[in-house]
Each structure stands twice: as structure tokens, then as C-alpha cells.
């Protein structure tokens, strides 16, 4: 049951019943008849979009396999709510059927104060981890990165529901596979990404052990042949200890810069392609994220993360 779970604080399934739009289980998931598509320079490259009627949907058997498969394959999907959820009653009931259903680790917490939901929006005062701020409660742009990368096990699957989307035009997320970062990367830069040869330090605002500051790691994981390579960024945490790494970490600063790289292999999901009501659920080690400056100080995003296992583990 999910009021019993520690990892989800505040969301209960007492909270649950007085949002629910039907008393009888849907039979399965209506799949938008049009899924959202971006154009870049090359390709179009298409979002998987799931309309949820109802948050019973949430229990669905076939709609938790449906997202589970789409995660599995693309790696990113969209799930347009049509019911408000102030408390994000969908999105936690979801990750609790992944766990039961699909094998996905429980979430994590986002450090020694804060539980497994994170209010990403702007703050200058009471922030969520405690003395510090982090970079989510500021209205700054947020480069490409990964969640969690000074983890030792990152966590695989973070969701953001969009409570409020920006309505001046900032705040924009965008996207880009690792894939296609591999296909701009000498196999020398790989082959040296792939090393433990990097200091990652842990934010304070994210600290969970005080004694515990840094970890070693590689920013790639070796080949898999049917799991491919993950990665884990986040420029401002990382430094490389070795001259190899520092040259491919080199050559990584200069691809992720570059405008033609950028506008042919990223995707840019404005508050129009992600209005309130949306979530958006990424695979971490698949995709890269960044975030543009934000212009409304209403803006408000929650966001979870789980499935934290060991790195080239996918599926394990």
C-alpha cells in the first residue's frame, strides 16, 4: 500500500479518493491520437505522448506495462493528465506499479533532509536541502547534466509533473541521447570516458553521508551489446584526475557547446509542448538535460527519481 511506503511522505491513497474522476477501472490506456513531434535540421524525432483520463489509471496493469515498454524502448515519453493532481497522486502510484510490476528499484531520496519528491521551482528563502541552494531553486539556466551523476548507483528513471509551466517563455527542457553525443566522440575520448578516472563531488544541498563528498567514476560505461552505453554529466561537479580523461572531457565540453551538434541532435520541449498537467519521464543514463532561464517565479515542476542501480546494470 502505498501510505505505508516512507519513500513517498505526504502522498497517501486517503489523499487519493476524492480525485478520482471514475469508480470503475478503465480497461486499458487511450494512446494520444497525435504524439508530439520535433523537427531538427536532419530528423524529426518523435515523443511518445500517453493521455491518462483518470488516476485510477495509475493501477491499470496495461497502462504501467505500456510505460514501462515505451521507457524500455525510447527511453522518453509524455503523459498528458487530464484531472488536476496537486500532489502528484499519479505520478507516485505509477512508480509504486513500476516497482511491483517491472522490476524497478523503489525511488531515492534527495538527500539527508528531503524525501523522494523534490519541488523544482524558484526559492530564496527555506530551501529544501536545508543551508543550501541547489540549482533547481534558482531561476538560472542549468546546462546539460544528468541527475545524480556523484551517486554511486544513479539513479535510472527521473519523472518531472509540471505543476506550473512558465508562462514568460523561459524554463524550456531540452533533451539529447547519448547516442547521438557518441556519434560526434573520437573512440579515444570514449575509450578514456569510459575509465574511473573522474572526482565527482556531491553537492551539499544532495549530501547524505557528511563524510562522504566525492566519489571516483567513469562518465561512460563500457559497451553492452544489449544495453548500450550510459553516461553520467554534470560538468560543475566533475574533474578529471588523469591527462587522458582531461583531454576527453575535452572534447565532451566542446561537442556538448557546439551549435551545429546541438540544433541537429537535441530535442527543445517549450511550456507549450509541456503544459500543466504533463510528465515527462527520461531515462537518466540515456538521455542528457538542460534547462533554460527561468522567467516566471511561479514556475513549479516535482520531480522524482528511482531505479538506482549499479551503472551498465539496466534491467538487472
Same mark, same amino acid.
Given at each position: 500500500?502505498?501510505?505505508? @511506503? ?27 491520437? *497525435? ?16 493521455? =491518462? ?10 497502462? =504501467? ?10 527511453? #522518453? ?14 505520478? !507516485? ?15 531515492? *531520496? ?20 536545508? *543551508?543550501?541552494?541547489?540549482?533547481? +531553486?534558482?531561476? %538560472? ?10 551517486? +554511486? ?36 575520448? #570514449? ?5 574511473? +578516472?573522474? %572526482? ?29 552505453? !550510459? ?29 551545429? =551538434? ?21 531515462? @537518466?543514463? %540515456? ?6 532561464? #527561468? ?18 546494470? +539496466?534491467? *538487472?
Amino acid at each position: 500500500m502505498l501510505r505505508s @511506503n516512507p519513500f513517498f511522505g505526504h502522498m497517501s491513497l486517503r489523499n487519493c479518493r476524492f480525485r478520482l474522476f471514475s469508480s470503475v477501472l478503465p480497461r486499458g490506456p487511450t494512446r494520444s491520437g *497525435t504524439s508530439v513531434t520535433f523537427s531538427t535540421a536532419q530528423r524529426v524525432f518523435p515523443i511518445e505522448t500517453i493521455e =491518462v483520463p483518470g488516476l485510477l489509471y495509475s493501477r491499470n496493469t496495461n497502462h =504501467v506495462a505500456q510505460v514501462s515498454t515505451i521507457l524500455g524502448d525510447a527511453g #522518453i515519453l509524455k503523459l498528458s493528465l487530464l484531472f488536476p493532481d496537486p500532489k502528484s497522486d499519479y505520478l !507516485s502510484q505509477l512508480v509504486l506499479g513500476l516497482h511491483n510490476n517491472h522490476n524497478h528499484h523503489l525511488p531515492i *531520496t534527495h538527500s539527508g533532509l528531503r524525501g523522494a519528491f523534490w519541488d523544482v521551482r524558484p526559492a530564496v528563502s527555506n530551501f529544501q536541502g536545508g *543551508t543550501y541552494q541547489a540549482r533547481s +531553486e534558482t531561476m %538560472k539556466n542549468f546546462p546539460w547534466h544528468t541527475d545524480c551523476c556523484y551517486e +554511486e548507483y544513479p539513479p535510472r528513471y527521473f519523472a518531472l509533473h509540471v505543476l506550473q509551466h512558465d508562462r514568460h517563455g523561459g524554463g524550456a527542457l531540452s533533451v539529447m541521447s547519448v547516442n547521438k553525443i557518441l556519434d560526434h566522440l573520437s573512440p579515444k575520448a #570514449i575509450n578514456a570516458l569510459s575509465r574511473p +578516472e573522474f %572526482k565527482i563531488m556531491v553537492p551539499q544541498e544532495f549530501m547524505k553521508n557528511p563524510t562522504k563528498r566525492w566519489i571516483f567514476g567513469s562518465i561512460l560505461t563500457p559497451h553492452h551489446p544489449n544495453k548500450g552505453i !550510459s553516461i553520467r554529466f554534470r560538468r560543475d561537479l566533475i574533474s578529471a584526475v588523469t591527462t587522458r580523461a582531461s583531454q576527453a572531457l575535452a572534447e565532451l565540453d566542446l561537442l556538448l557547446q557546439d551549435a551545429t =551538434v546541438q540544433s541537429s541532435s537535441s530535442l527543445r520541449l517549450s511550456a507549450q509542448d509541456l503544459p500543466r498537467g504533463s510528465v515527462i519521464v527520461i531515462d @537518466n543514463r %540515456k538521455w542528457l538535460h538542460a534547462r533554460n532561464q #527561468i522567467k516566471d517565479q511561479e514556475r513549479h515542476l516535482r520531480r522524482v527519481r528511482w531505479d538506482a542501480v549499479p551503472l551498465g546494470n +539496466e534491467g *538487472t
